[in-house]
Each structure stands twice: as C-alpha cells, then as structure tokens.
C-alpha cells in the first residue's frame, strides 16, 4: 500500500492502493460492532464484484490491517 501527502498547508493522507473501480453498490459485513468487509459491486446488488476489502481487528476493537483484493 502507498501512503502518500500533499504537501498542501493542510497535508492529506491518501491510500491509493484502495481505490476501486467503478460501482454502484456496497455491501457491509459486520462482525459484532465491528465492519469487517465491504465488497464494492458494479450493476447493483446481483452485479459483478469489482472490489473487496477486509478489515482486521485486535482484541481491543483496534483496526490492525487493510486488504484490498
């Protein structure tokens, strides 16, 4: 993952590698409090996925990692 800043007066932290394409729908899993998985879709709810990415936690509700497939 790249993480990258502007060099603006008000620096902006962007994750580029997180992008995803075109869509039109997302879907959320929770696990607990905690959301755990978006998956990114292009023709609605029944259409193609184009993204997913999951999130892991600690044992204190901490987001540990990000992953984009």
Do not use: F, W
């Not at 993480?3 to 008000?10: D, E, L």
């Not at 997180?18 to 879907?27: E, Q």
Request: with cysteine; net charge neutral; hydrophobic share 35%.
């Amino acid at each position: 993952m790249a993480i990258n800043v502007n060099s603006g007066t008000k620096p902006v932290i962007t994750m580029s590698d997180l992008n995803t394409s075109l869509h039109d729908y997302v879907a959320c899993t929770y696990t607990g409090t905690n959301l755990t998985q978006l998956v990114y879709k292009e023709g609605g709810a029944s259409g193609t996925t184009v993204a997913t990415i999951t999130l892991a936690y600690d044992g204190s509700n901490r987001v540990t990692s990000i992953t984009k497939v």
